[in-house]
């Protein structure tokens, strides 16, 4: 086992979440929809027409007429007293939750799982968009305002690769995650005078109870591409917008902060190809109180 900020070997067990399994899909003759993320079909049934008028606008944009995937992966839902189960080829995913939470739970391990499907070096909790052949990768803790920050960036002429979650391979490049952004509420008010249609989604709760609503993806990035800067952002209220460059010692720390996936485990050869693709790459925090100041300050060094 490696560290990931020293690059040492180390006692520590660091438990690395599991591919997850998809199991075996079986044709059936339920009425299903079809949603494509790169090589997976996911055939959604849905039980009642209430699930496919809450839950098929978040997927819409990934819905396919043709329902032949390199992978194919089943989802169907099961009532349990008050609380519903998903299930992935017949076979539960998680425990029962509320039907509130259904549409932000499938949406993330759809996600997962459309990752985790391409070999990848690491994957980051961090947004990633694209600009003038620029990717910048944007890793941040939650509540750091990571979403709105990628969300005006797209509004102002960037290109999305994802929101929440960037899979970079063992070539150093970012691949995209055609995914919803999920914007909480102390953000609708911020994002709505620039995507109007915000206020006419449907509200949906989050594992922590947080209310959300989907933002399908706009102006999303075509392939893969090599990523080029990294910046930690951190909104702060009433701070001076400050963009600071920062070592790779900083950098793997506020990775480590921010979390971080890996296949198996951590070993030396990984943690050299982190190194080279991802810490040699120019690294700034970003703390900041206006969004037109952060954007200018991204703008103007992706310029330089």
């Known amino acids: 086992m490696c560290d990931l900020v020293s690059g040492k070997e180390t006692t520590d067990a660091v438990v690395y979440e599991a591919d997850r399994e998809l199991g075996t899909y079986t044709q059936d003759n339920l009425l299903r929809q079809y949603y494509r993320a790169d090589d997976i ?3 959604v049934h849905y039980p009642n027409e209430t699930f496919y008028k809450r839950l098929h606008p978040v997927f819409e944009y990934l819905h396919t007429d043709n329902p032949v995937g390199k992978i194919m992966v089943s989802v169907d839902f099961a009532k349990s007293d008050d609380l519903w189960e998903i299930h992935w080829n017949d076979t539960p995913v998680e425990v029962a939750m509320p039907e509130a939470r259904l549409a932000t739970f499938l949406q993330e391990k759809m996600m997962t799982c459309t990752y985790q499907a391409q070999r990848y070096l690491i994957s980051l909790h961090a947004g990633s968009v694209e600009k003038n052949g620029n990717v910048v990768i944007l890793p941040a803790v939650a509540e750091s305002g990571k979403t709105t920050l990628t969300a005006t960036l797209l509004y102002h002429g960037f290109h999305l690769f994802s929101d929440e979650v960037t899979a970079l391979d063992y070539e150093g490049y970012v691949h995209p995650l055609p995914f919803c952004m999920n914007i909480k509420e102390g953000s609708w ?23 959300i609503r989907f933002l399908p993806p706009v102006n999303m990035h075509k392939g893969r591409q090599k ?23 900083e950098a793997l720390e506020k990775i480590k902060e921010a979390s971080y996936q890996v296949q198996e485990n951590m070993d030396r050869d990984k943690f050299e190809l982190i190194l080279t693709h991802l810490v040699t790459l120019p690294k700034y925090t970003l703390v900041y109180s206006s969004s037109d100041e952060a954007i200018a300050i991204i703008n103007t060094l992706l310029e330089a």
């Open 41 to 43: 079909v996911f055939a």
């Open 189 to 211: 008010k911020i994002l709505s005078p620039m995507y109007s249609h915000l206020n006419d989604r449907d509200t949906h709760s989050r594992f922590d109870g947080q209310n």
């Open 227 to 249: 990523a080029s800067h990294m910046i930690f952002p951190k909104y702060t209220p009433n701070a001076k917008t400050t963009l600071r460059q920062i070592g790779a010692k």
